[in-house]
């Protein structure tokens, strides 16, 4: 193994130089992120790089393997624990979850499938936005009108059972089973779930049944804790305060406000030998996991959503099994071959705020990175 360092690019290698994924890296960079770190284990070996910079005014790098919270790949980690619970036979994925969680008055056709598929039709605690261009607001989040809120409001603890009331005081998208539609609401209860069926806190569950088994020693679950382990690359947030722009590090803050909807800290590594353990099957039994995989329509293009994992089709026509996740300057990405044999995993950070528009070079970010590894 060899360590390179060289302009604006730093990289651990195993076996060959990869010119095409440390030139893909360096361009994230240019189009308008600071950092990027991506790790990939493929047929040619591991290899692992970074391009930018760890903190704005910096010159190091941002770490190859350094901590980073994942966002909505929490989902997946999530889902597998499910899963691991109705495999012991303590969970039924198609019984109605209000039999677990009596107290919170849900329609009785919501299944715990439907909660994992994003299927329940519940109202997203985040907010909401409405064919018609609507925007109905839930918590204060970094984006659009609340976002100067949410800078204030940034140490503030939030409570799942809160974030469900609150989701539950709004009128649903649609009726339970009838559509598709990403909620943030649907995992808060399944962690809420997980809880009431093992009578143990979440993080108890994840570390029994997942971090532990496979040596996941950089993941943690927050819970409400504001600390990022080192080391990590620097999230950056820029709002407007008295008619003036300002810049703030908000690497600490309580990930609460997304629970368990988005709310763990990895490493590429770790979510590299997660996302292939889980998909080479050594999770869950193989029944599970082909139901896991199973895609339901989205209305994305290309885009299918199973249980705790988008299906995706690439533009060379193959399959893979991915997440990803944002959340405020950062951005995880987690891809695998069904198989699990190749993967791609990584981190992409930004100065974020209410107004800034990064989903356009995240897509372009991502859909370059799976054609070099994928393709």
Request: charged share 20%.
């Amino acid at each position: 193994m060899t360590t390179t360092s060289s302009g604006s690019f730093s990289g651990t290698l195993s076996g060959h130089d990869r010119p095409e994924l440390r030139k893909a890296i360096e361009e994230i960079v240019e189009s308008g992120f600071f950092g990027v770190s991506l790790r990939v284990h493929d047929e040619r070996g591991a290899w692992a790089g970074s391009a930018g910079v760890a903190e704005l005014g910096g010159t190091a790098k941002p770490p190859v393997n350094g901590h980073a919270r994942i966002g909505s790949n929490t989902k997946t980690f999530t889902a597998a624990l499910v899963l691991r619970l109705v495999a012991e036979g303590r969970v039924e994925l198609d019984a109605p979850a209000a039999g677990c969680l009596p107290e919170f008055g849900l329609d009785g056709r919501i299944t715990v499938r439907m909660l994992l598929q994003h299927t329940s039709g519940l109202f997203n605690f985040t907010g909401e936005v409405y064919d018609d261009g609507s925007i109905v607001h839930g918590i204060p989040v970094p984006y659009g009108a609340t976002g100067k809120e949410w800078v204030q409001r940034r140490f503030h603890t939030y409570r799942p059972e809160e974030l469900v009331r609150l989701a539950l005081s709004k009128p649903a998208r649609f009726e339970p089973g009838t559509g598709w539609s990403y909620s943030n609401t649907n995992y808060v209860l399944a962690r809420l779930l997980i809880e009431k069926v093992t009578g143990r806190p979440l993080a108890d569950e994840m570390r029994r049944h997942i971090l532990e088994p496979l040596g996941l020693s950089g993941t943690v679950v927050p819970d409400a804790s504001p600390d990022l382990p080192e080391p990590h690359a620097h999230v950056y947030y820029r709002y407007e305060d008295a008619g003036r722009q300002k810049t703030i590090d908000v690497t600490r803050h309580n990930p609460s406000w997304v629970s368990t909807g988005g709310d763990m800290i990895s490493t590429s590594q770790d979510l590299a030998t997660f996302i292939s353990a889980l998909t080479r099957g050594e999770l869950l039994p193989a029944p599970l996991l082909a139901e896991m995989c199973t895609p339901r329509a989205t209305g994305i293009p290309g885009m299918g959503y199973g249980l705790g994992v988008f299906v995706q089709t690439t533009e060379c026509g193959g399959t893979v099994i991915t997440h990803n996740g944002g959340t405020v300057g950062s951005a995880a990405l987690m891809y695998s071959t069904p198989d699990g044999a190749k993967t791609l995993t990584g981190v992409l950070n930004w100065v974020d705020g209410a107004d800034v528009s990064i989903a356009a070079a995240f897509g372009d970010a991502r859909q370059r990175l799976v054609e070099e590894v994928f393709c």
